[in-house]
Each structure stands twice: as structure tokens, then as C-alpha cells.
Nanobody, 114 residues
């Protein structure tokens, strides 16, 4: 089992920055990918960014050039979010994939508003 805990969400003005963290615990060996998803009110959950165990990254078009995903060993993942927009408002979830199984955190709320 893998447990994931997100942190770093909050209220920020448009154009501002936030850094989200995802801390993994439990059976953290052999975690392949770590990813960030988000779900805005009334919308489906969508992929924001993914990073593999080798550091390969993929981003949604809507965040390219503004968000950066990183990973510290097998345990922690980070999402640096710059130039935030109102439409980035959502609950952000961390996901880890290990041995073909997906594990999710409970999410952290990011609100972008003036």
C-alpha cells in the first residue's frame, strides 16, 4: 500500500505562484510514475502533469510553460505553479502508480482569485 498526502494549497492572486507537495509513505519502492491531477467545480478530474521514475515529464497543454513537476527520490513529488490563472482553481490530487495499481491522495485546494 502507498499513502499520499498533498500540501501547499491555498488562496493566491492571479499571476501568483504556489508549490504543491506530495509525500508518499508505505510501500514506496517501485513507484513508477507520480502525477498531479485537478478537479474544478462541476468538471471532471483532469491530468495536469506526470513524472516517471527516470524523470520524464508530460504536461497538459493548459499548464505548459507555467507549471513544473519534480520528484525527490521515490517519496516526494512537487508541482511548482507559476503565473496562476483563475481557471487553475481546483482541488489538486497526487497519484502514484506502483506495480500497475494507482494510489490517490485526498487533495489540496488551490483557489486563484483577486
Amino acid at each position: 500500500q502507498v499513502q499520499l498526502v498533498e500540501s501547499g494549497g491555498g488562496l493566491v492572486q492571479p499571476g501568483g505562484s504556489l508549490r504543491l507537495s506530495c509525500a508518499a509513505s508505505g510501500s514506496i519502492y517501485s513507484i513508477y510514475t507520480m502525477a498531479w491531477y485537478r478537479q474544478a467545480p462541476g468538471k471532471q478530474r483532469e491530468l495536469v502533469a506526470v513524472i516517471t521514475d527516470r524523470g520524464t515529464t508530460t504536461y497538459a497543454d493548459s499548464v505548459k510553460g507555467r507549471f513544473t513537476i519534480s520528484r525527490e527520490s521515490a517519496k516526494n513529488s512537487y508541482l511548482q505553479m507559476n503565473s496562476l490563472k483563475v481557471e487553475d482553481t481546483a482541488v489538486y490530487y497526487c497519484k502514484a502508480n506502483r506495480n500497475g495499481m494507482d494510489y490517490w491522495g485526498k487533495g489540496t485546494l488551490v483557489t486563484v482569485s483577486s
